[in-house]
């Protein structure tokens, strides 16, 4: 079968208003919604209706943001997000439910982008814990996003099998996020086939495309530093890479295009993202790619005591903050952390994160 093709869903006006035409014309074959972006709020009707209609249809996917699976030390938050997330598919049928790979809710500092974990056997065992609970209250597979942020060339390189190692145990599988990929390969002009073929490509479910912004750079390495913020179009590189990926990935089932909800305002914004969803779809019409469904078998796993690592959890408090109150970048970069590397970090892109973080939480 071919995959589908779908939209991650935003509940502003805008938004809503930009994607009619596609849902009149029944071409968003797939719904992926953030369903814990509303966990502390009710939905509108009108949006509860739309969900429930793909869920009715075997058309509903999920995709979390906040349970922030490297947290080293274990949370009342984190148990009441599995509650609340156990709840949410006994109400709606998912066909499967994803997740960032990174940490993001360390202190007070809880919106943003998820943050690169130190790819080390202490955080993949902290991030195959938090798996395993996350798989214990689903009945359907779990997944997870790669990061479009890295603090090195290495990093990188390495977080493909690292992943890999991570999603094994609960048979799990892989978002491949081509702009993320391509955030990485300005940033650090690597060819964007390579990064991509270091990925275990036979796990990949499901492939997200989505557009970004410019930030001029301040260490002169490159000109300009790539941001994945979802507010612009689809850069024409990842139109030109998406048939190589339709044709190494014999396991995609869903193709999902993101933009935030307050991006698409203007008449010329709004052509412009219907352009490319048809784009996209003329692309997966024209590649003889078949994607392969293999049947899943739910993993059992033994409850045990949360896996807690408390130095490393003070580092990523430490680090989290340093960030967020604009230290020195070469201040950073010196610190003897025990787990985090940062003498190998980028210096651009240690700016870059405390920009981001600031953005979110400017108070």
């Not at 995709?63 to 922030?68: D, I, R, T």
């Not at 599995?82 to 007070?108: A, C, P, V, W």
């Not at 990929?181 to 495309?209: G, T, W």
């Amino acid at each position: 079968m071919k995959p589908y093709l779908g939209l991650s869903m935003m509940a502003e006006t805008d938004f809503v208003s930009a994607i009619l035409p596609l849902l009149q014309n029944s071409e968003i074959e797939v719904l992926e919604w953030s369903f814990d972006t509303f966990f502390n709020a009710e939905e509108p009707n009108w949006l509860s209706n739309l969900i429930d209609f793909y869920s009715d249809n075997n058309r509903l996917i999920g995709h979390g943001v906040y349970y922030s699976l490297f947290d080293a030390k274990w949370t009342s938050r984190q148990q009441q997000w599995l509650d609340s997330l156990k709840l949410e598919t006994q109400k709606r049928k998912y066909s499967h439910i994803t997740e960032h790979f990174g940490f993001m809710n360390t202190e007070n500092f809880h919106q943003g982008i998820p943050l690169p974990v130190p790819l080390c056997s202490k955080t993949l065992q902290i991030g195959k814990d938090r798996l395993s609970r996350l798989q214990n209250v689903l009945e359907i597979p779990v997944g997870l996003e790669n990061l479009a942020f890295s603090f090195s060339a290495d990093d990188i390189k390495q977080q493909g099998d690292f992943l890999d190692q991570l999603i094994r145990d609960i048979d799990g599988f892989l978002i491949l996020d081509l702009h993320n990929i391509y955030c990485q390969a300005h940033n650090f002009r690597m060819d964007i086939k390579e990064i991509i073929n270091s990925y275990p490509l036979n796990k990949v479910k499901e492939v997200h495309l989505s557009g970004g912004s410019w930030q001029e750079s301040v260490y002169g390495k490159i000109s300009m530093v790539r941001r994945d913020t979802h507010d612009d179009c689809i850069p024409k590189e990842l139109f030109s890479i998406l048939p190589f990926v339709l044709e190494k990935c014999h396991h995609l089932n869903y193709i999902i295009i993101e933009r935030l909800g307050n991006s698409i305002k203007t008449k010329k914004e709004i052509q412009n993202f219907l352009h490319d969803f048809r784009r996209v779809r003329k692309i997966m019409d024209d590649s003889s790619a078949e994607s392969v469904i293999e049947k899943w078998v739910k993993p059992e796993f033994l409850q045990e005591e949360p896996l807690e690592d408390l130095l490393l959890y003070q580092e990523q408090a430490l680090l989290t903050k340093m960030l967020f109150e604009k230290e020195n970048q070469e201040t950073i970069r010196n610190y003897p952390f025990t787990y985090f590397n940062t003498a190998s970090w980028d210096l651009e892109m240690i700016k870059t994160a405390e920009n981001i973080i600031k953005k979110w939480n400017p108070y």
